[in-house]
Nanobody
Framework: QVQLVESGGGLVQAGGSLRLSCAAS????????MGWYRQAPGKQRELVAT???????NYTDSVKGRFTISIDNAKNTVYLQMNSLKPEDTAVYYC???????????????WGQGTQVTVSS
């Protein structure tokens, strides 16, 4: 079994900051990438940022310069530092990990339960 546990969401005023964390645990052999996606009401889930175990990052254009993703490989934990938050950042944020479980050879995607981020104007 693999579990992804997120924390750090909440309510913040526009211009404020939040830091999300996501820890992966269980029978993990190797993690290729971890990342954050978000889903606003009535919209499809979209990529926010991803990071490989080597530290290569990718961001959606709307968060570049405001959000920073980082990874602690020793803890199988990914972080998302969100600064200069805007009301349009309001969404449920989901953690994703692409990894190989022990005794398997195929990468698979796992998801956290989601954490609400609300930015008030």
């Amino acid at each position: 079994q693999v579990q992804l546990v997120e924390s750090g969401g909440g309510l913040v005023q526009a211009g404020g900051s939040l830091r999300l964390s996501c820890a992966a645990s269980g029978s993990i052999a190797s993690i290729a990438t971890m990342g954050w996606y978000r889903q606003a009401p009535g919209k499809q889930r979209e990529l926010v940022a991803t990071i490989t175990s080597y530290g290569s990052t990718n961001y959606t254009d709307s968060v570049k310069g405001r959000f920073t993703i980082s990874i602690d490989n020793a803890k199988n934990t990914v972080y998302l530092q969100m600064n200069s938050l805007k009301p349009e950042d309001t969404a449920v944020y989901y953690c994703n990990a692409r990894l190989i479980r022990t005794y398997t050879v195929v990468y698979a995607d796992y998801w956290g339960q989601g954490t609400q981020v609300t930015v008030s104007s």
